[in-house]
């Protein structure tokens, strides 16, 4: 690589962290750029343009999961981290890159180990799961996958029921409520068949609580079903 090939990287790259929403396909983003700069084996070039998005890769680096992420992408992340913070411009952020790496070597360890069948209990922590596909022209044509999990509060109403979506957002505000409100109609209408007196407004409060991105699509509902019919049969 020559500074230009760099510098026309660079521009791509920034252009593409401004409008990536998940932290983790911009790690992603970063990580092909650095991979580059790393193998032009150029102490110029990596000196000029490594420190200039270090911080944000600490950050994303911090906050990403690896469940859904090829385990050999995972392992080059892990082994980069490491080849940067031997690089003399970025001494002063090994401790955090350091820290970092750790983090992400704990979250990173139980999947490896359920993937090579070293782990094979399954536990139930009680969340409510639902599995996300990142949309969108991923570096390195990745396809990526994660688990994202709903936190569910349900309380009487008034006059009507409303439901109540944290982040609220245009795709969840339209599709994703639509198939919340429907999965409720369902659950109460059936738990109405063997409840005579029930109260028929509620408050159903709805949080994603790692907040990815924007979701969209229509795999939510099944996510729900199951959940909504339980509830509803123990509070009407």
């Not at 001494?91 to 999947?111: I, Q, T, W």
């Not at 990745?142 to 944290?166: A, N, R």
């Not at 969840?172 to 007196?197: D, F, H, L």
């Not at 409060?205 to 199951?226: A, K, P």
Request: aromatic share 12%; with cysteine; glycine share 6%.
């Amino acid at each position: 690589m020559n500074i230009l090939s760099v510098e026309g990287e660079r521009t791509e790259l920034v252009n593409k962290l401004s409008t990536a929403v998940s932290p983790r396909v911009k790690l992603l983003y970063l990580y092909y750029f650095y991979d580059k700069l790393l193998n032009s084996q150029s102490p110029a070039l990596i000196e000029s343009y490594l420190p200039e998005q270090i911080e944000n890769y600490i950050t994303f680096l911090y906050s990403f999961e690896p469940a859904g992420v090829s385990p050999q992408l995972v392992e080059n992340i892990l082994t980069q981290s490491v080849q940067i913070s031997k690089q003399s411009c970025a001494k002063h952020f090994c401790d955090r890159l350091n820290s970092a790496e750790e983090n992400l070597r704990v979250k990173y360890n139980p999947v490896k180990n359920a993937l090579e069948g070293i782990d094979k209990e399954i536990t139930d922590d009680g969340n409510l799961y639902f599995p996300v596909l990142e949309l969108g022209e991923l570096p390195g044509n990745e396809t990526t996958g994660l688990l994202e999990t709903i936190t569910v509060q349900i309380k009487e109403g008034k006059s009507e029921t409303k439901f109540l979506i944290t982040p609220a957002g245009r795709e969840i505000e339209k599709a994703i409520g639509k198939q919340i409100e429907t999965s409720w109609k369902y659950a109460v209408n059936y738990v109405k068949k063997y409840v005579r007196k029930s109260n028929d407004a509620h408050k159903v409060f709805i949080q994603f609580d790692h907040r990815y991105g924007e979701y969209v699509g229509n795999s939510l509902g099944r996510s729900t079903n199951t959940y909504f019919y339980q509830r509803a049969a123990a509070i009407l």
